[in-house]
């Protein structure tokens, strides 16, 4: 079983930063993609980014280009997200989950790509 813990998450002004990072236990982390969701009150669950098994490849939602930024250490089965120039509309709660497939390079943009989700780190950006 694969359990994922999220962390990182709190309040923030407008302009400041945040990393998140996701804990997965198990000894197939490194086999598989990560991915990034958020969903914010009302909304669908929407895709931020994701990151192949290697670390090798990164995608993006166009909202958060250029601010965010994935990274994983398979050494630590750990996932990162730095966020940077935070906006209001930031405002969600954050899921890490891990790809359904092994050995995938191909992003996964949608949450039924993904077969295990974390409880959701809460970040808040006021303006």
């Known amino acids: 079983q694969v359990q994922l813990v999220e962390s990182g998450g709190g309040l923030v002004q407008a302009g400041g ?3 998140l990072s996701c804990a997965a ?8 993609a ?3 969701f958020r969903q914010a ?10 990151i192949s098994w290697s670390g090798g490849s990164t995608y993006y939602a166009d909202s958060v280009k250029g601010r ?12 990162y997200l730095q966020m940077n120039s935070l906006k209001p509309e930031d405002t969600a ?6 790809h359904r497939q ?4 191909v992003a996964g943009t949608i949450p039924q790509q993904y077969d295990y989700w974390g409880q959701g780190t809460q970040v808040t950006v006021s303006s």
């Open 17 to 19: 930063s945040l990393r």
């Open 25 to 32: 236990s198990g000894r197939t982390f490194s086999s598989y």
């Open 34 to 36: 990560m991915g990034w």
């Open 41 to 50: 009150p009302g909304k669908e669950r929407e895709f931020v980014a994701a």
């Open 68 to 79: 965010f930024t994935i990274s994983r250490d398979n050494a630590k089965n750990t996932v």
């Open 93 to 98: 709660v954050y899921y890490c989950a891990r």
């Open 102 to 105: 092994a050995g995938t390079v």
